[in-house]
T-cell receptor, first 112, second 113 residues
């Protein structure tokens, strides 16, 4: 069974630029999560989708971050404009239901 | 703000010893509790979860939960150098499909050969 796929794996941008990350969950997994993990910290949930609907986006900085999950499969997370403090690893995870989450390899973002 | 706290470490133990990792959480209504392992530069992977008070064993790992004390721990028996990683405690306060899933900052474990 293929795992959660994410791209790109690394991204370097300058502040005020925009960036987008892509996630393809494990086939059949209805729930998809985006997390932000700053160096030395645990992952922080940004947004959770159930199929193509948003379940929880209470910690998503909506003035600059947006996410969508069209057709209930792939998802994209966008930052526009990026700030220095957005430098982090962005993790996508999926779940078939229940609470077990499977994480992708992450996208490392560096904002200069 | 619901919080999960862990000692950042590093916790160093000799090979073959028992490593004890601790976690406390602030939301008394929390329903389920998870331990993830994260190797440097890698993504978290689930070790085990626990829902009920008491102990749960899986191979060399034992999770312990005390809801009255709002405390969950992970014991690793016969620690191996390959166990060297950061261990993340995660709590699902609502017990409902990951809503407000809260991770602690992690404890870095180093198992010395």
């Amino acid at each position: 069974e293929a795992g959660v796929a994410q791209s790109p794996r690394y991204k370097i941008i300058e502040k005020r630029q925009s960036v987008a990350f892509w996630c393809n969950p494990i086939s059949g997994h209805a729930t998809l999560y985006w997390y932000q993990q700053i160096l030395g910290q645990g992952p922080k949930l940004l947004i959770q989708f159930q199929n193509n609907g948003v379940v929880d986006d209470s910690q998503l900085p909506k003035d600059r971050f947006s996410a969508e999950r069209l057709k209930g499969v792939d998802s994209t997370l966008k930052i526009q404009p990026a700030k220095l403090e957005d430098s982090a690893v962005y993790l996508c995870a999926s779940s078939p239901g229940g609470e077990t989450q499977y994480f992708g390899p992450g996208t490392r973002l560096l904002v200069l | 703000q619901k919080e999960v706290e862990q000692n950042s470490g590093p916790l160093s133990v000799p090979e073959g010893a028992i490593a004890s990792l601790n976690c406390t959480y602030s939301d008394r209504g929390s329903q389920s509790f998870f331990w993830y392992r994260q190797y440097s530069g890698k993504s978290p992977e689930l070790i085990m979860f626990i829902y009920s008070n008491g102990d749960k064993e899986d191979g060399r790992f034992t999770a312990q939960l005390n809801k009255a004390s709002q405390y969950v721990s992970l014991l690793i028996r016969d620690s191996q150098p390959s166990d060297s990683a950061t261990y993340l405690c995660a709590v699902n306060p609502r017990g409902n499909y990951g809503q407000n899933f809260v991770f602690g900052p992690g404890t870095r474990l180093s198992v010395l050969p």
